[in-house]
């Protein structure tokens, strides 16, 4: 009896044993593919050697080894990843749902979520003394739909006297929506920004474009950001800063500069892989891994009433109007009192 105790202990073992060296093998190859696809597209070659490197380093430890599923995987790994790139990372591949009104995503892409909420935007308003304030948190894809929406945002504003733009929570999106909004506040054509693309070696130019409402070249632009504004949204931030266009006002960003896209490791693994660099050109280089630093520092909750104290605090300096700066002598007091 005890002998075939110990051959059932044993075969277990072995069982055991063969699991533990499949799931090695099977996160040693995922590991493998990241290397082999960072090292042929990732887009800051200087970056592949740390990056490899570190990868290498990490799968020898014994928080690797005893990662007991792919979700205890993607942690470890997009923590090691997150140290040189916020845009690099693993993700599940989102399976189709068939349960119901036949093929349906459960993922819902980025994009998708701007256009059924209201292509980002929260907030359009006119503060106390005319000052504009435009709030969204994402820079949709550009279609009829979202340019109607934006030239509708930008009508509300064509009569403001100044306007803060709140990016606070913006999380960004697509560069042609940067550029879109952007050409209402400039009105010689603009080149904004460029992008170096490492799959063709080629670099696009992203320049202003013609816009259907009212241009608002010299309105004063105060632009809000915090830590969380990320990736499109910098680059707006970042544009309008080396341009001379705005005064930013809140916290560093978040550093995201490059664009990417999902390339399959597996096929229940995939990476977020930046391909492309954005090039400004004015500093002739981005914000990646510093973000963008605000002309005025500030924490991001207070930043709104900063910037809406600065936007009265010119126009008292430039308005002739008597009824005006009676609005904004009164705009300033109440917002002295709320502090």
Do not use: C
């Amino acid at each position: 009896m005890k002998r075939h105790l110990s051959l059932i202990l044993v075969g277990l073992g072995m069982v055991v044993s063969s699991v533990s060296s499949a799931q090695e093998r099977v996160k040693t190859s995922i590991v493998q593919e990241l290397t082999r696809s960072i090292e042929q597209n990732y887009v800051q070659e200087q970056k592949i050697p740390q990056i490899v490197s570190a990868l290498k380093a990490l799968s020898n430890t014994d928080a690797f080894k005893t990662a007991a599923d792919d979700q205890a995987l993607l942690l470890l790994l997009n923590q090691e990843l997150k140290k040189f790139d916020q845009h690099l990372s693993l993700s599940i591949v989102p399976k189709k749902d068939t349960t119901e009104k036949g093929s349906k995503q459960r993922y819902e892409s980025w994009f998708d979520k701007l256009e059924r909420k209201n292509f980002g935007f929260e907030k359009v308003e006119i503060l106390p003394a005319n000052v504009g304030l435009l709030s969204f948190w994402g820079f949709a894809n550009v279609t009829p739909r979202s340019k109607q929406k934006v030239h509708s945002a930008m009508t509300l504003l064509e009569d403001a006297d100044s306007i803060i733009i709140d990016l606070r929570n913006n999380g960004g999106g697509d560069a042609t929506m940067v550029q879109l909004i952007s050409s209402y506040f400039l009105d010689k054509p603009t080149h904004l920004n460029s992008f170096y693309s490492r799959d063709t070696g080629l670099t696009s130019e992203f320049w202003t474009v013609p816009v259907a409402g009212k241009q608002r070249p010299n309105v004063p632009i105060y632009i809000l950001t915090s830590n969380k504004t990320f990736s499109a949204a910098e680059e707006f931030a970042y544009n309008f800063k080396h341009l001379g266009r705005a005064t930013i006002i809140g916290e560093p960003t978040k550093g995201g500069a490059n664009p990417w896209r999902f390339i399959n490791l597996t096929s229940d693994m995939r990476v977020a892989m930046p391909t492309s660099m954005a090039v400004n050109p004015v500093t002739k280089s981005n914000w990646e891994g510093v973000g963008v630093i605000p002309h005025v520092k500030v924490e991001s909750d207070l930043a709104l009433d900063v910037a809406y104290s600065k936007a009265l605090q010119h126009l008292r300096g430039i308005s002739k109007d008597t009824r005006h700066l009676n609005d904004i002598e009164l705009a300033l007091k109440t917002l002295k009192q709320h502090h």
